[in-house]
C-alpha cells in the first residue's frame, strides 16, 4: 500500500534534484558566455540566465507527462498566473528595481476578495465546468474522476 507513494516522493525528489544540477551547470555556462565580474554567486547574472535554464530544465526534467509532472505544473501555473498578476499591479521592474524587498513580497499586494477573487473563480470554475461538460477526457485523470462522481454519481441512481 506504501510502494506507489513512496515511489511518488522519491521520484519527485530526483526530479528535484536534477533540476536544480542542470538549472545551476546552464547559469555557470551562461554566465561563462557574458563577461562576467568574475565572481560566482550562484545566481543568474542577468534574467534571461533564469529563464533560459528554468526552460530547459523544464522541458528535460518534468516534461514527461507523468501524473506527478502534470500536478506538479499545474501548481506552479497557478503560482505564477498569481505572481504575474502581483507584479502587474505593484509595477514590479520599478518596485524590484528600488530593491524594496517589502515591494517584491508575496505578501505587498493583497487580492481583493471583492472583485478580484471573485472574477478569478468565476473564470477558473467556468472554464473548468464548460471543459468537463464539452471535452472531459482532456481534464486530468484524478480530476475528471473526481468530478465525475460528484457531478455524474446521481445521473445513474435515477436510472
Known amino acids: 500500500p506504501l510502494g506507489r507513494p513512496l515511489r511518488?516522493?522519491?521520484?519527485?525528489?530526483?526530479?528535484?534534484?536534477?533540476?536544480?544540477?542542470?538549472?545551476?551547470?546552464?547559469?555557470v555556462i551562461l554566465r561563462g558566455r557574458t563577461n562576467s565580474d568574475g565572481g560566482w554567486r550562484g545566481r543568474p547574472e542577468r534574467n534571461w540566465h533564469a529563464a533560459v535554464a528554468g526552460a530547459a530544465g523544464?522541458?528535460?526534467?518534468w516534461g514527461d507527462g507523468s501524473?506527478?509532472?502534470?500536478?506538479?505544473?499545474?501548481?506552479?501555473?497557478?503560482?505564477?498566473?498569481?505572481?504575474?498578476?502581483?507584479a502587474a499591479r505593484v509595477g514590479a521592474g520599478k518596485a524590484c528595481a528600488d530593491s524594496a524587498a517589502s515591494a517584491c513580497s508575496p505578501y505587498a499586494v493583497r487580492v481583493s476578495p471583492p472583485v478580484s477573487a471573485?472574477?478569478?473563480?468565476?473564470?477558473?470554475?467556468?472554464?473548468?465546468?464548460?471543459l468537463f461538460e464539452r471535452w472531459p477526457q482532456h481534464l486530468q485523470?484524478?480530476?475528471r474522476s473526481s468530478m465525475n462522481e460528484i457531478y455524474r454519481a446521481d445521473d445513474t441512481l435515477r436510472d
Open 58 to 61: 523544464g522541458f528535460l526534467v
Open 141 to 143: 485523470r484524478g480530476l
Open 118 to 130: 471573485r472574477a478569478a473563480s468565476a473564470a477558473i470554475w467556468g472554464a473548468v465546468m464548460y
Open 8 to 27: 511518488a516522493a522519491w521520484s519527485h525528489g530526483y526530479n528535484l534534484a536534477k533540476f536544480a544540477l542542470l538549472y545551476k551547470t546552464l547559469l
Open 67 to 86: 501524473e506527478a509532472n502534470v500536478q506538479i505544473l499545474l501548481y506552479l501555473f497557478g503560482r505564477v498566473a498569481l505572481a504575474c498578476y502581483r
